[in-house]
């Protein structure tokens, strides 16, 4: 076994801690992957957002005139 073979079996399905199955690496199966993809797709993941502040370290509202969008 090289490396990389070795990684692969010892790596765990982040969902449900089986072994990685290489046909649906990171996940072990379809199913746990297309949990992942419906926790993707209905926001239960989310990636964290910094919100624009303006020169002075303020909160610059949404549509103010002169303001780029």
Excluded at 19 to 42: E, G, M, Q, T
Excluded at 45 to 61: I, L, N, R
């Amino acid at each position: 076994m090289n490396e990389i073979d070795n990684k692969l079996s010892a790596a765990r399905c982040p969902l449900c801690r089986k072994p990685v199955d290489a046909a649906f690496k990171p996940f072990c199966s379809k199913r746990c992957a297309d949990i992942d993809l419906n926790r993707w797709l209905s926001g239960v993941y989310a990636v964290p957002v910094k919100e624009d502040e303006d020169e002075d370290g303020t909160h610059v509202p949404e549509g103010v005139p002169g303001e780029k969008s």
